[in-house]
């Protein structure tokens, strides 16, 4: 099963309870929070009150992508905000075995990411410890950019990598999948896409949904 995670970052702030509202009436089964604290990457977005805010109206898994310096400060306050799923980057995470079982004992699931300049190999020993890995196509910071070419080589050997360690994990993708790129991702293997100016840069957020998660779903037809 494929499933869309539409990332709010490039939401219109002033409209985000419809902008989400209209992601769910589209068909998202995900909604993604890009947190960013202006250390770990140079950009500034929100903390746990907005996913508090959020999930008291949405019915959809809040998923924390948590850009942040030391990200196990927060863990808490973002699982006791809704958080259903809780990613940290392996490049700033030390502590890493300790960080993600402190993900899982708060009933959350617990992801790594992984930066467009890393080698996948970092990520043999953690992936006996997550639920997913969060593969970006793009440097994190911002949306719009466009997708890195070679994340789609990186997205298949990262798959054979799990199929060979622990089938179960899942594999999300972040970061410049539009419209024209989305089905080859979804083919590439990937379980999970994250798509922000795709989706908010459009007239339509919820056509725009609903067509992207038609799309996914054809490529698991075909
Ligand atoms: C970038 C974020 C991505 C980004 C995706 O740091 O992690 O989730 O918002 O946005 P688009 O789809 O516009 O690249
Ligand atoms: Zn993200």
């Not at 990937?190 to 609903?210: C, H, M, N, P, Y």
């Amino acid at each position: 099963m494929k499933l869309l995670a539409p990332s709010i970052l490039s939401a219109d702030f002033w409209r985000l309870g419809e902008q989400v509202n209209a992601c769910v009436e589209g068909g998202a089964d995900i909604i993604h929070f890009d947190v960013m604290d202006g250390h770990f990457v140079p950009n500034i977005t929100f903390g746990p009150l907005l996913l508090e805010s959020i999930k008291k109206h949405c019915p959809l898994p809040l998923d924390a992508h948590l850009m942040i310096e030391k990200p196990e400060r927060y863990i808490p306050d973002f699982i006791r905000a809704g958080a259903d799923m809780v990613s940290v980057h392996v490049e700033n995470t030390p502590h890493l075995h300790r960080t993600l079982e402190l993900i899982r004992s708060l009933g959350a699931k617990a992801g790594v990411v992984i930066n467009p300049g890393t080698a996948l190999s970092v990520l043999e020993e953690a992936l006996h410890y997550v639920d997913f890995v969060l593969l970006m196509s793009v440097n994190p910071g911002f949306g719009g950019q466009k997708f890195i070419e070679r994340s789609l080589q990186r997205l298949r050997r990262l798959k054979t990598m799990v199929e060979s360690i622990k089938p179960e994990v899942i594999i999300e993708v972040d970061g410049g999948i539009k419209e024209e790129n989305i089905l080859e991702v979804a083919r590439a293997g990937a379980d999970i896409l994250v798509v922000g100016s795709g989706i908010f840069g459009t007239e339509d957020v919820k056509a725009q949904t609903r067509k992207l998660k038609n799309l996914i779903t054809s490529s698991e037809a075909s």
